[in-house]
């Protein structure tokens, strides 16, 4: 559409996302050589993470030179060269996009936990990749609480459990959990509750740090989820 073309196109599209009524008037006449320069320097002016609005903005707008799907493409194309760790999704939201074993991991278990019925815990590990994903700044430690959230909530059901910690509920259940197995869920419940549930001053976890915590819940979680739950024992109660 060859209207696109012109700088009061453009215009008119950061009038509505900045919500400044009359902006594009300013860039009416398309003969003029500093229209472009100035819109240019408008969308330089933004914070990083309003121009991550603005992409959003402009995916879920009808109107553009280019499709949908192909404003994605070419998008994350530019991600995937500048090793951003960000992806524009179907649904024309910014995600975070981890490392190929960190996104192999997470769809696994979401894709298991939702076929399974277990909307519960899929929702956690959803939540965590949405604070992964929050802007503009990460909530780290909300993404390591929802992990381990996850990775409790089908731990409980799988091993018959309606209290106890995770560490507690691995040890309890060497069937699920065998050594040294249950040592580590132990160590990874511990980490977490220093680093994403009682936090000390300066303890916030590292992005890396909390990309391993969440892809190894994931990874257990997909474990447990493929486990039959009529061939468990309730474990005993002490609580």
Same mark, same amino acid.
């Given at each position: ?8 196109? $453009? $215009?008119? @599209? ?9 902006? $594009? ?27 991550? &609005? ?24 530019? %991600? ?9 999704? @179907?649904?024309?939201?910014? @995600? ?5 074993? %960190? ?6 278990? @979401? ?18 990749? &949405? ?25 409980? !059901? ?11 509920? $691995? ?5 699920? %959990? ?12 511990? %980490? ?7 936090? &000390? !001053?300066?303890? !916030? ?35």
């Amino acid at each position: 559409m060859e209207h696109h073309k012109y700088p009061y196109s $453009a $215009a008119l @599209v950061l009038e509505n996302f900045l919500r400044k009524p009359g902006l $594009a008037n300013q860039y009416a006449n398309r003969h003029n050589p500093e229209l472009w320069p100035r819109i240019y320097r408008l969308i330089l002016d933004l914070d990083w993470w309003q121009i991550y &609005n603005l992409i959003e903005y402009l995916s879920n707008s009808n109107d553009g030179p280019i499709g949908k799907y192909e404003f994605a493409h070419r998008l994350n194309e530019l %991600f995937t060269s500048e090793n951003i760790p960000y992806r524009l999704d @179907v649904s024309g939201l910014i @995600v975070y996009h981890g490392s190929e074993g %960190f996104e192999l991991s997470v769809s696994s278990a @979401v894709a298991i936990l939702e076929t399974t019925g277990r909307n519960t815990a899929a929702s956690e590990i959803q939540e965590a990749l &949405n604070d992964l994903a929050r802007r503009p700044n990460q909530d780290l430690t909300g993404a390591v609480q929802h992990a381990i959230a996850g990775l409790e909530c089908i731990a409980k !059901e799988v091993c018959g459990s309606k209290g106890g910690t995770l560490g507690n509920i $691995a040890k309890r259940n060497p069937q699920h %959990f065998p050594p040294p197995l249950d040592e580590a869920i132990n160590k990874l419940y511990g %980490f977490a509750s220093e680093r994403g549930r009682h936090l &000390n !001053e300066g303890g !916030e976890p590292e992005l890396r740090q909390v990309e391993l915590i969440v892809g190894i819940a994931a990874n257990v979680i997909t474990y447990l989820a493929k486990c039959s739950p009529d061939t468990f024992t309730p474990e005993e109660k002490s609580e």
